[in-house]
């Protein structure tokens, strides 16, 4: 039996009258990458930020075993847009980043990791937003996790850098780490999930396992679950 690295149980969250989370609920296991997929507004951001303690639910429960005594830099975060200040340059970024957790003898294979260290002493300011996403990645990887939370990851990427994230993961799940992504992409988020969480309307409407998202399935089977439910909101 796979130990779940995080269960999500019922997570309920309301915004004045409206619901931004409803009664979701999904796990990661230890060495399984989980990706939560959803339109803009779907609830995939809330979700993970009540997962991180940034916000608080309403309602349900939030579990995290990451398999010893919860130590500083145990979870990694990558959020949607990273505020890093443009006059640092990455290597002082970074530093700073494994500094909190006690972890600066991994700095510079960070760096060589997510292909940035030819980089590393410009200023930020200075960055492409593909390099601004490479080191907001290392930053999540810098304190050697063992739960790494990945909010859009591909997002303003270039296919090499795309290549180099599905490779990084891989790595990530082989070591027995538990990885979730909150993706827009449905293909590459297909490619390298053992399991997805459609969220619709702030509500989990399905878990599709490995054999029902392979081959290309999921773009397909996303529009169908989505339509269906939106069909149902019409009927009630």
């Known amino acids: 039996m796979t130990t779940k690295s995080l269960e999500v149980l019922n997570l309920q969250k309301k915004f004045g009258k409206n619901f931004a989370v409803k009664d979701i609920s999904f796990h990661v296991g230890a060495g399984e990458i989980v990706g939560l997929v959803g339109l803009n507004g779907a609830g995939k951001t809330t979700a993970l930020k009540i997962i991180l303690g940034l916000i608080q639910a309403d309602s349900g429960s939030v579990s995290i075993d990451t398999g010893t005594e919860r130590r500083r830099g145990d979870i990694g975060f990558l959020p949607e847009e990273s505020d890093f200040s443009f006059l640092l340059t990455g290597y002082e970024t970074l530093l700073f980043a494994a500094a909190l957790a006690g972890k600066i003898f991994y700095v510079e294979e960070v760096f060589n990791k997510t292909g940035i260290f030819y980089a590393k002493d410009k200023r930020i300011g200075t960055y492409s937003k593909g390099m601004k996403r490479r080191l907001g990645l290392a930053c999540a990887?810098?304190?050697?996790?063992?739960?790494?939370?990945?909010?859009?990851?591909q997002s303003g990427l270039d296919p090499l850098g795309r290549r180099g994230l599905a490779s990084i993961l891989e790595e990530e799940r082989s070591k027995g780490n538990s990885i979730l992504i909150?993706?827009?992409?449905?293909?590459?988020?297909?490619?390298?999930?053992?399991r997805v969480v459609v969220i619709h309307k702030g509500r989990d409407i399905a878990v599709l396992e490995r054999e029902k998202i392979?081959?290309?399935?999921?773009?397909e089977k996303f529009f169908e679950l989505i339509e269906s439910d939106l069909a149902e909101c019409v009927v009630k």
């Open 141 to 153: 990887l810098v304190t050697l996790p063992k739960l790494i939370i990945l909010d859009e990851p």
């Open 182 to 194: 909150a993706s827009h992409d449905l293909n590459e988020t297909a490619e390298i999930c053992d």
């Open 214 to 219: 392979s081959d290309g399935k999921l773009k």
